[in-house]
Nanobody, 121 residues
Framework: QVQLVESGGGLVQAGGSLRLSCAASGRIFRIIAMGWYRQAPGKQRELVAGITNGGSTNYSDSVKGRFTISRDNAKNTVYLQMNSLKPEDTAVYYC???????????????WGQGTQVTVSS
């Protein structure tokens, strides 16, 4: 089994910054990609940013230029640096990892428990 543990959420004023971390542990043969999603009340979960094992990144249009995703492959950890935060960034942020648990298995998606980010105006 694979566990994802997130940290770094909290309350911040508009214009402020937060840094989220997510560490993967357990039965991991290879992590293909990691990413961050968010879900605001009454809305669907949406992709915020993703990063592959090779370092390729992608961002939603709403966070480009403000958020930066990075990854430490040796620690199986992904980070999300969030700058210039806006009230509309308020949501529960979920870490995702696409993991191959053994050489005979395909990739599966795993999720963290979520961390609340609240941006006050």
């Amino acid at each position: 089994q694979v566990q994802l543990v997130e940290s770094g959420g909290g309350l911040v004023q508009a214009g402020g910054s937060l840094r989220l971390s997510c560490a993967a542990s357990g039965r991991i043969f290879r992590i293909i990609a990691m990413g961050w999603y968010r879900q605001a009340p009454g809305k669907q979960r949406e992709l915020v940013a993703g990063i592959t094992n090779g370092g390729s990144t992608n961002y939603s249009d709403s966070v480009k230029g403000r958020f930066t995703i990075s990854r430490d492959n040796a620690k199986n950890t992904v980070y999300l640096q969030m700058n210039s935060l806006k009230p509309e960034d308020t949501a529960v942020y979920y870490c995702n990892a696409r993991v191959v648990v053994s050489i005979t298995n395909g990739a599966l998606d795993y999720w963290g428990q979520g961390t609340q980010v609240t941006v006050s105006s």
